[in-house]
């Protein structure tokens, strides 16, 4: 029986970010997986065949389904007694692009440009909410290989073919028209109103029609930004 296949079955795929664990408990684990003395050499080849072929296209009309996302477990009953796992609490779901410096009301995002999404929402998907009067920080990165920019419009009105003047001052990237190349940075600084809706949208002629576009709103009652999938 040649079975000498290593088939990671169930092995992590590589997207662990850069708060990566360190795992303490690895000394503990003989994940040796050469290990030849299997006791199971039949079917271990099917078994590991979880591919799914069911990729239905997603028809995500207007009416974009919110469905409401599993609550990561709040619960502080820590049963694990003495786990030595280093939880990233700090930077739990989409609030790790955001910060915000309250005694000069400083919000800062990063803004990612992919493929015709910004940090992985588009059509208005997202919404980025800052408190009255502050001095917004946007870093923009272009993460995809067609080029991309970012530029702050007016929340009225239908989604432009492009865009060149910015509904705030200074609130929009280098090259908004052309795009940035991948891996491409810029930063817009910008103080924001006392309220407003706006959008933000690639300037790229077609891409915000592409959907390539999410919100910007400025809540007076808002004593910090947030930022998550936008609230039907
Ligand atoms: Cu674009």
Request: aromatic share 6%.
């Amino acid at each position: 029986m040649s079975c000498s296949s290593p088939e990671k079955s169930d092995q992590l795929p590589p997207m662990e970010t850069a708060a990566s664990v360190a795992s303490p408990q690895r000394a503990a684990t003989p994940t040796s997986d050469t290990s030849p003395s299997d006791a199971t050499p039949e079917t271990s080849v099917l078994q590991a065949a979880p591919v799914k072929a069911s990729t239905a296209p997603k028809e995500r009309t207007s009416a974009s389904r919110t469905s409401p996302a599993p609550k990561p477990t709040a619960s502080p009953s820590a049963a694990d007694s003495a786990s030595a796992t280093p939880a990233p609490a700090a930077a739990t779901g989409q609030e790790k692009w955001l910060s915000y410096e309250a005694a000069t009301k400083t919000v800062t995002f990063e803004l990612i440009a992919g493929p015709f999404t910004f940090n992985g929402f588009r059509d208005g998907g997202a919404t980025l909410v800052v408190p009255a009067g502050a001095n917004v920080v946007i870093n923009f990165v272009n993460k995809d290989g067609t080029p991309h920019s970012a530029i702050v419009i007016s929340g009225e009105g239908p989604i432009p073919n492009s865009a060149t003047d910015p509904a705030i001052q200074r609130a929009y990237t280098n090259k908004v028209l052309e795009g940035l190349p991948q891996e491409a940075t810029d930063v817009m600084r910008f103080p924001v109103p006392a309220s407003g809706t706006y959008r933000i949208l690639c300037g790229v002629p077609g891409h915000g029609l592409s959907g390539m576009w999410i919100w910007m709103k400025i809540d007076p009652a808002a004593t910090a930004p947030t930022f998550g999938a936008t609230k039907a």
